[in-house]
Nanobody, 115 residues
Framework: VQIVESGGGLVQPGGSLRLSCAAS????????MSWYRQAPGKEREWVAS????????DYADSVKGRFTISRGNVDNTVYLQMNSLRPDDTAVYYC?????????WGQGTQVTVSS
């Protein structure tokens, strides 16, 4: 199983970025896909999740109203649309796929919000 994130980069405060996550190397579908982030010197924290069946989504309070998790154009992919970015959104963003009752993680993509 491979989990690959992309789309990170440097953006000014108030700007937007869209992260992508693709899960591959297996048959079937993930049951859920989530985004986490880890800022320097801090623990990894949950950002958003999307259930594959039912399409339910949920967000951390710190990103609610600014970030949107959605299904990608290809099965087993998700996007994280991030708007109104702030310096405290700076972190490595990780994608997690729930599959076969196990969690699989990607290597992460860096998001830096700075002027």
């Amino acid at each position: 199983v491979q989990i690959v994130e992309s789309g990170g980069g440097l953006v000014q405060p108030g700007g937007s970025l869209r992260l992508s996550c693709a899960a591959s190397g297996f048959t079937g579908s993930t049951s859920a896909m989530s985004w986490y982030r880890q800022a320097p010197g801090k623990e990894r924290e949950w950002v958003a999740s999307r259930l594959t069946n039912g399409k339910h989504t949920d967000y951390a309070d710190s990103v609610k109203g600014r970030f949107t998790i959605s299904r990608g154009n290809v099965d087993n992919t998700v996007y994280l649309q991030m708007n109104s970015l702030r310096p405290d959104d700076t972190a490595v963003y990780y994608c997690k796929a729930r599959l076969y009752h196990r969690d699989f993680w990607g290597q992460g993509t860096q998001v830096t919000v700075s002027s």
